[in-house]
């Protein structure tokens, strides 16, 4: 059985792993490359798992609709 909450834990893993990386970029003076690379994907990943997240219950109404629930 498929885990229904799972983007959403990982949807607020990623956001904390963002607060994480906005507070190390922001105390540094000069942040590195690899610090911004690493925030973008993390950025990227949050995105993917809200908008899954989104999608899957939206195919989620429409199935049952189609079986008449």
Known sequence: M????APLIL???VTLAI???IISI???????????ATFIIVW???FGAIFSLIFENKKDKTL??????
């Open 2 to 5: 498929k885990n229904k909450y």
């Open 11 to 13: 949807a607020l893993l």
């Open 19 to 21: 607060l994480i990386l």
């Open 26 to 36: 922001l105390s540094s003076p000069s942040p590195s490359p690899f610090l911004i």
């Open 44 to 46: 990227t990943a949050l």
């Open 64 to 69: 049952q609709e189609k079986q008449g629930l």
